[in-house]
């Protein structure tokens, strides 16, 4: 399935959770806050959340800023 | 010069003598600590992680400026480049409280998800910073000068959602008492645009800020947040009377970043202590500091 990853067309694959998407994307040990469609999922629901066709997600972490 | 033989004696005096002695240490009267937002830091310097040379430079100024709390702004993730270092592996999270911003925010809406996302990732790395936020609601790219109608919404739709919001204003007094009144921890009114340099470019719209702020309420913390260039603009911030200075670029772009930390902590802890002593007023014209009484000399009026 298709979705928007950090504004970007991504592949995924059908039926992917949160927390899938994460590990593919080697992130699963590192701290990454998500938002699907423009609403944040926590860590904790990261397991349960399964992603849709069209879903746009966003994955951030903190970088050096004033 | 004679060859003396040396005993461990004459090397102890030898270097006793190369080397001044240690100047002696005053106790240093008026260096409170300060409470913000339900936490007690020591120092009243709050200092930014961005633009430095690079990490090592970063994590060796943070150390010189003595600051308990540094910010951070919430990014996406690189997913395809080269992920290299990251911020976090130079940054000691059980020594620092990590302050997230929004900076880059230019809606309330935009702000409230960012500060969610930070959040979410200060609990994730179990630092005292969750919940609190460093709030910038901007109103213009080239200026980064701040929207007050989309800081004054989010600063509430924030304190709502249990939020700490350090609220990053103008230095406009009824700005700062309405951000003060939507119920953010801390107002942050600036001193001259962000990274300007400028300095203090207004200080009688700080001190009413802080007397509108502080009105009835003396331990309200009011922090001067950018526009700081050099430490004399962070002393002159403190001797105005703010509780504490939040500084970034002035530091990471410093010719040498650690040598200007070093100023910066001593500049903020001169200035809170010449607030504290208290200034004497200006007067136009000169007053003797020796008596003119007993003088031997000519005295034009005498």
Sequence with gaps: MRIRLNGQP?????NSTLADLLRDLGLADRPAAAEVNRTLVPKAEHASRRLTEGDEVELVTLVGGG | MTNHPTTTRDTDLGSARSVPPPPPSYPEPGLHSLTIAGRTVRSRLFVGTGKYPDFPTMQAALDASGCDVVTVAVRRERLYNDRGQSLLDF?????????PNTAGCFTAEDAVRVARLGRELLEQLANPGAGWVKLEVLGDRKTLLPDPVGTLEATRELVKDGFQVLCYTSDDPISAERIKSAGAASVMPAGSPIGSGQGVLNPSNIVLCLELLKQGDPDYPVIVDAGVGAASDTAIAMEL??????????IAHAKDPVTMAHAMRKATEAGRQSYLAGRIPKKRYATASSPLEGAISYIPGE
């Design chain 2, 91 to 99: 940054i000691d999270l059980d020594r620092y409280l990590i302050l």
């Design chain 2, 241 to 250: 009377g703010a509780d504490g200075v939040l500084l970034n670029t002035a």
């Design chain 1, 10 to 14: 991504h592949e995924a694959p059908d």
